[in-house]
């Protein structure tokens, strides 16, 4: 080959690889554009929800998220940080450039201390090392800044729920809030002493300044319902009224359901009066049976009272409070069933003061555009507490009729309900009564409404929430119920399945005869039985140590008699060309 | 077509006709088995992620120890000649070496296969990742083979060839750990880079056509350059 024609060859060679090089450099910078996404796992955890990525790409300004997590965390938190990562690089794609991502394991003094700066603790967690646990401190957070604001995720314990608490982070830093209102004019009592706790000075209006401070991503407006209610309230509470409702004000409410508004009624039969720590409670009619006589629900004007409930201090002769159970104030538990609706989501139990039961008619049964849940009852050792004037007043001795149990206190309606007020003509002669019938509302709700009945609204008004500024982790099973129960009625749907993604990977079947001993063990202690547990004691043992000597044989297996298969393998092959050669003539 | 697969199978033999093959998957196993189980029931966990995440670093010195030999040693011996003046193309060497080599791969994923196999019997195990999880494997592997091929083409001494691979493919795979020393700017070319930024997505169960593209764009890119290497011989 002359040079002339090398030098030629050499320039098409560059020229080729240049070209390949450039078309290979088109398909990926193509395939940012069109490209396609399947995830794979099961319940679709790296596919972020509708709403996080709606908030995640609306993100007009840089948000920096900072994740701070030591190297060395034990388990569980050391999966935590990898399905942390992976959560954070799906808000980073979704974001188109405004989220940009730093992982900083905090070894450093400067690390340290700017993840204390960003409200990101340091904390505590016990390590298995060889046969003892010691503790061993660390750092699992997340901070983000936005416009000059920081808000933190202080310490990550579990992932459960962790896109939701981040969604929240995000949509309250990014001030996009949906509106919701509480329904004003229908409370007259001033705020009185709680005898449970005195929580909140009185103050005027429905008494939900607490419960407003804790929905930092809601515009809560306080409105009234004796005009058209606006459309674009994504639910409208109405919080233990005790002035009854007219007409008017009852189309106007059923009008904004029918045309697609979510409500929810929390209480409305009862008076309690608290005064001077001796409550005393009375029924009350405000007229919203009305509207719920239509959808299959009725709010009695009696008082549940149950076995399981709260206490609160009992004044004694020597002037000392000192507390005694409360049945008016009963502690409901949710079923496993219960615990899956979204306004139960992670509530073992919950408080529920002075609350009417509820009757369920099957007025909707044949209705198959309305579902309807049961979400809290009583126990079986609950009764009902009746009469003009029940008294309150926290004693050690309450006078139990026998229990009747147990009393539905709060159910879920969703679905397209049909108009309390459809084709019915006003039920008054009054004079609002003409105007009243001209409110017209669609025969069935428009689209699929939420609406939420509880036999009180006690639980979220000023009386017995802690102060807000405490924080949501200090405030237990009240304000989780009651944010739950807005987040359900306003939220987009898919935020609401957020809250309900389970994320860890199943943690190892135990073997069923160690979960039978166990059982046993259990029963037996209730019993006072020593010795079926002795027994049920030995037979657990027995039962770990083969579980022990399984988890043993699947190490070894793996770990040692592949590798001793392979090499087999290859020492059968290498005998067998072997034998092949040597039986080789030329 | 033809040619390329009679050379693939003739290497893929070759690879199980010497204990190279045994040691490489033996040791890959060993090591592997020691790692992913000892802490798997402390973790508690019906998962295997975390055995790609040691298979990742593992493929490392492994890829380039599968394809140190592929072209180096045949020019050493002075066979590469040999097999070129056969009627095969350049480019059919080329692929069928790189084609044997990830047969091998191959059958050091299924050997691997047995540990979610197991996982699966003692706990609920989610499939879905177990497979992206390989085809994350076989891509980034093959990634590595094809840099190794490449390697291999440009010398005549193995250990050269297997530090050559060794070292591209660890800056692949390394570099996104410096990613916050960067400047954003620079960060997010850098990132796209890596190994690991487009690995992880498809390990944990993530199958998108971008990583897809990434991963073979890469293979493409090596086997073309190790062809035109392979071919300057002739005018360099």
């Not at chain 2, 097999?83 to 050997?111: H, I, N, Q, S």
């Amino acid at each position: 080959m002359t040079k002339k024609q090398q030098a030629r060859a050499a320039k098409e060679s560059a020229a080729f690889l240049l070209l390949v090089g450039g078309i290979l450099i088109l398909i990926n910078v193509l395939g940012v554009f069109f490209h396609s996404r399947v995830d794979t796992t099961d319940k679709q955890l790296f596919s972020l929800s509708k709403g996080s990525l709606h908030l995640a790409s609306t993100l007009k300004d840089q948000m920096e998220i900072v994740a701070y997590f030591s190297a060395d965390l034990p388990p569980p938190h050391n999966a935590t940080e990898r399905y942390v990562r992976d959560l954070l690089l799906e808000y980073k794609d979704a974001s188109h450039g405004k989220i940009t991502l730093r992982f900083v394991h905090p070894e450093k003094d400067e690390d340290k201390q700017a993840a204390e700066r960003d409200n990101v603790p340091r904390v505590q967690d016990q390590k298995l090392e060889a046969d003892s646990f010691s503790v061993q401190e660390g750092y699992r957070g997340l901070a983000f800044h936005y416009l000059g604001d920081t808000r933190s995720v202080g310490h990550i314990d579990s992932t459960d729920g962790l896109e939701y608490e981040i969604a929240q982070l995000i949509k309250e830093m990014s001030g996009e809030k949906v509106k919701i209102a509480v329904l004003d004019g229908h409370n007259e009592a001033p705020q009185q002493q709680n005898p449970m706790m005195m929580m909140q000075q009185p103050q005027g209006g429905p008494h939900m300044n607490s419960i407003k401070g804790y929905l930092p991503t809601y515009d809560v407006q306080e409105i009234r319902a004796d005009k058209e209610i606006p459309a674009d309230l994504k639910a409208l509470l109405i919080v233990q009224p005790e002035i009854p409702f007219t007409e008017q004000e009852l189309r106007y409410i059923n009008q904004y359901v029918m045309r697609g508004g979510s409500l929810a009624i929390f209480g409305g039969a009862l008076k309690v009066d608290m005064a001077g720590g001796a409550p005393t409670a009375s029924a009350v009619d405000v007229g919203l049976n009305k509207l719920l006589d239509k959808w299959g629900v009725r709010l009695e004007g009696k008082l549940v009272a149950d076995a399981q409930c709260g206490r609160a201090r009992m004044q004694t002769s020597l002037g000392i409070p000192l507390p005694v159970p409360y049945p008016p104030v009963p502690v409901v538990s949710f079923t496993e069933y219960q615990r899956k609706h979204p306004a139960l989501f992670k509530l073992d139990q919950v408080g529920l003061p002075y609350s009417s039961p509820l009757t369920l008619s099957d007025v909707l049964k044949s209705d198959k555009l309305v579902k309807r849940t049961l979400l809290a009852n009583s126990t079986k050792q609950s009764w009902l507490m009746e009469g003009p004037s029940i008294e309150l007043k926290p004693t050690d001795r309450w006078r139990v009729p026998g229990y009747s149990g147990p009393y539905v206190m709060a159910v879920a309606l969703e679905g397209k309900l049909p108009s309390a007020f459809a084709q019915a003509p006003a039920s008054t002669p009054e004079a609002n009564a003409n105007a009243a019938s001209d409110i017209k509302a669609p025969e069935r709700a428009e689209k699929p409404v939420h609406v939420l009945v509880f036999g009180t609204g006690y639980f979220m008004r000023d009386e017995f929430l802690p102060d807000p500024s405490r924080g949501q982790r200090e405030s237990g099973g009240a304000v989780a119920l009651a944010l739950n129960a807005i987040d359900w009625l306003a939220q987009e749907s898919d935020l609401i399945e957020i809250r309900a993604k389970s994320v860890e990977d199943p943690a190892l079947a135990v073997p069923m005869n160690v979960k039978e001993a166990e059982a046993t063990i259990r029963r037996a202690v209730q019993e006072q039985d020593e010795a079926k547990a002795d027994k049920a004691f030995k037979e657990r043992k027995q039962a770990m140590a083969a579980w022990d000597q399984k988890k043993s044989t699947y190490r070894w297996a793996n770990t040692l008699g592949l590798p001793i298969l392979f090499a087999l393998f290859g020492l059968s092959r290498w005998r067998a060309r072997k034998a092949r050669k040597a039986g080789m003539q030329l | 077509m033809h040619r390329t697969l009679t050379i693939a199978k003739r290497e893929f033999r070759g690879y199980f006709n010497s204990p190279a093959a045994y040691i490489v998957v033996c040791l890959f196993l060993i090591l592997m088995g020691f790692f992913f189980w000892n802490p798997f029931f402390l973790i508690n966990r019906a998962s295997v992620r975390g055995m790609y995440d040691l298979m990742s670093v593992l493929l490392l010195p492994t890829m380039p120890a599968l394809t140190m030999g592929l072209l180096a040693e045949e020019k050493r011996t002075g066979t590469i000649e040999i097999l070129l003046t056969m009627p095969v193309k350049d480019g059919e060497v080329v692929v069928g070496k790189y084609l044997a080599a990830l047969g091998l791969l191959a059958v050091l994923l299924l050997c691997t296969l047995a540990y979610p196999l197991s996982v699966s019997t003692l706990g609920r195990l989610d499939w879905g990742p177990v497979f992206t999880g390989y085809l994350a494997l076989l891509l980034e592997g093959g990634a590595m083979l094809a840099i190794g091929v490449l390697a291999s083409s440009w010398t005549d001494n193995q250990l050269i060839a297997f530090f050559t691979s060794g070292i591209i493919c660890f800056a692949f795979w390394v570099v996104s750990r410096f990613l916050p020393f960067m400047p954003q700017a620079a960060a997010s070319v850098v990132e796209w880079l890596s190994f690991d930024y487009h690995y992880q997505d498809l390990a944990r169960g993530v199958v998108d056509t971008r990583n897809v593209f990434y991963f073979l764009s890469v293979i493409g890119f090596s086997l073309v350059l190790a062809f035109r290497s392979l071919e300057s011989r002739r005018w360099s």
